[in-house]
C-alpha cells in the first residue's frame, strides 16, 4: 500500500521532502542569532534608516552620504520590513534566502530545459543550495548573494540562447539584459563585465558571436537595460554632481577594481583557490578529486600544446555543451574577481553555480554509471573523516566557551 502510494505521489513527495529540506536550510532560525557581520549591521541599519525617513533614493550611513553601493538591496530589505510590518534579524535576512533560493530554481529549470535530464538539474540544485559559502552568504544580510543572483540568472539566459527555439530566443536574450541590469542596481559593474564577459567568450567559442547583435536582441534588449540601470544613477547625478561621480563610480567601483588601496583588500591572484574549496563544502573532497581526474587524462593524452583542440561546440550532445558553458563561467568569473586590485571572500560567490553543475554531473555519473567510483569512494571517506574529526573538536572547543557567551550571542 505505501509502495502504491508513494508510485502514484512520488514527484509530488519529491517537492516536499525539497521543500522541508530548503526551510530547514534557509529559513529555520534564520532570526535566532544577532546580526554578526560589520556589513550587515551597517547595511540592515542603512535600511532602517531608509524606512524611518521616507528617503528612498539616497544612501545614508550614520547621517553621511554613502555613495559606495547603489539601492536595490535596501529596497528589497524594506519591502521585507514592510511585509513582516517589524525590523529584526529575521526580515532583514528574508531577501537574501530567496535572491539564494531563486538562483537555484533558475539553475534546476535551465539545466532541465537544456539538457533534458531532471536528475542532473535536481542535483545542481541542491549541490548548489548545500555549498557552504552560497548557504551562509544567502543567511546574511549583505549585497553579495543579490549580485549572484541577478547574475546567475542573467548567464543561464544567457546560456539558453544557444539551445532555445528562434521564437522564444528573444525572450531569454531580454531577460540576459534584465537581469544584468537588475545586478548593476544590486551592486554595480560587476554585474555587467562577468555575465557580458561570460557570453562574450561563449559567442567566440560557439561562433555565434554575430547573432548577438540582431535588433530584436540587441537593441530591444540594451533599451531595457538603460531603462532599468539609468533613472536612479541620472537621479543622483542630478543631486549631487561630482560628489555621487567620485565616490560612487570613481573611487568605488574603478579604484576598487585597480587597486587595493581603497578598502586595503590587497591579495594574491590565487586568493581564491582555497576560498572556493572551502566554500564548496561539503563537496569539497569530490571536487578535489573531479580536478585530479579531468588533469590525469588530459596529461595522459597530452602530445604537446599544438596538438590540443577544443571540442566542436556544435558537434557536442546538449549535455556536452551545457558543460562547456559552465566551465566557460568559471573561467570567466574566476578570472574577472582574480585580476581584482581588491578580494574579499564574498566577491567570488558568482562562481558555485557553474560548479555545481560540474559535480552535479560528476556524482550523476556515478549514480546511474557507477563511473568514477575510486574519486567518489576516497572523497566521501575523506570527508566522512573530516565530520568525525570536526565533531570532536566541537566536543572540545565548546567545553572553553565562557559562561554566558550564548546568552549575549542571542
Known amino acids: 500500500m505505501l509502495k502504491e502510494l508513494y508510485e502514484k505521489h512520488k514527484n509530488a513527495l519529491f517537492i516536499l521532502g525539497v521543500v522541508i529540506v530548503t526551510y530547514f536550510l534557509y529559513f529555520h532560525n534564520l532570526g535566532n ?100 559559502e552560497f548557504l551562509i552568504l544567502s543567511k546574511t544580510a549583505i549585497l553579495d548573494i543579490l549580485l549572484c543572483s541577478m547574475v546567475t540568472i542573467s548567464v543561464l539566459c ?9 521564437k522564444q530566443k528573444k525572450f531569454y536574450w531580454w531577460g540576459f539584459y534584465l537581469f544584468s541590469a537588475l545586478g548593476v542596481l544590486g551592486k554595480g559593474i560587476p554585474a555587467i563585465a562577468v555575465p557580458f564577459g561570460i557570453m562574450f567568450i561563449a ?5 555565434k558571436f554575430k547573432e548577438y547583435f540582431r535588433p530584436q536582441y540587441f537593441l530591444v534588449g540594451l533599451a531595457m537595460f538603460f531603462a532599468v540601470v539609468i533613472p536612479w544613477h541620472k537621479l543622483m547625478l542630478s543631486m549631487y554632481d561630482l560628489l555621487f561621480f567620485d565616490e560612487y563610480i570613481i573611487k568605488h567601483h574603478l579604484a576598487r577594481f585597480l587597486g587595493a ?59 556536452g555543451q551545457f558543460v562547456a558553458l559552465s566551465v566557460i563561467g568559471i573561467l570567466v568569473t574566476f578570472l574577472f574577481f582574480s585580476v581584482s586590485g581588491t578580494k574579499l571572500i564574498t566577491y567570488i560567490i558568482p562562481i558555485y553555480p557553474y560548479l555545481a553543475v560540474l559535480l552535479a554531473k560528476y556524482w550523476l555519473e556515478y549514480i546511474d554509471n557507477v563511473e568514477h567510483k575510486k574519486g567518489i569512494e576516497i572523497s566521501s571517506m575523506i570527508f566522512y573523516y573530516l565530520l568525525i574529526i570536526a565533531g570532536i573538536g566541537f566536543v572540545i572547543a565548546i567545553q572553553f566557551i565562557p559562561e554566558g557567551y550564548w546568552d549575549c550571542c542571542n
Not at 547621517?63 to 553601493?69: H, L, Q, R, V
Not at 534579524?89 to 534546476?108: D, Q, Y
Not at 559567442?203 to 561562433?207: E, F, M, Q, R
Open 33 to 132: 542569532f544577532k546580526l554578526l557581520d560589520v556589513d550587515e549591521t551597517r547595511y540592515v541599519d542603512m535600511s532602517r534608516c531608509m524606512r524611518e525617513t521616507g528617503d528612498y533614493m539616497t544612501l545614508f550611513l550614520n547621517g553621511e552620504y554613502f555613495f559606495e553601493k547603489p539601492p536595490l538591496f535596501f529596497w528589497l530589505e524594506n519591502i521585507s520590513f514592510a511585509v513582516f510590518n517589524t525590523v529584526n534579524e529575521f526580515t532583514a535576512r528574508v531577501p537574501g534566502c530567496i535572491e539564494g533560493i531563486f538562483a537555484a530554481i533558475v539553475l534546476f529549470f535551465t539545466t532541465k530545459k537544456f539538457t533534458k535530464n531532471t536528475k542532473w538539474a535536481t542535483l545542481s540544485a541542491l549541490v548548489l543550495l548545500c555549498s557552504a
Open 261 to 319: 588601496d581603497v578598502i586595503n583588500r590587497d591579495r594574491p591572484f590565487l586568493f581564491y583557490v582555497p576560498v572556493i574549496l572551502w566554500g564548496i563544502l561539503p563537496f569539497m573532497a569530490s571536487f578535489i578529486a573531479l580536478l585530479a581526474e579531468k588533469t590525469a587524462n588530459f596529461c595522459k593524452g597530452f602530445s604537446g600544446f599544438k596538438n590540443i583542440k577544443l571540442p566542436v561546440f556544435d558537434e557536442m550532445d546538449k549535455e
Open 158 to 166: 544567457g546560456f539558453m540562447t544557444f539551445v532555445s527555439e528562434e
Open 203 to 207: 559567442g567566440l567559442y560557439t561562433k
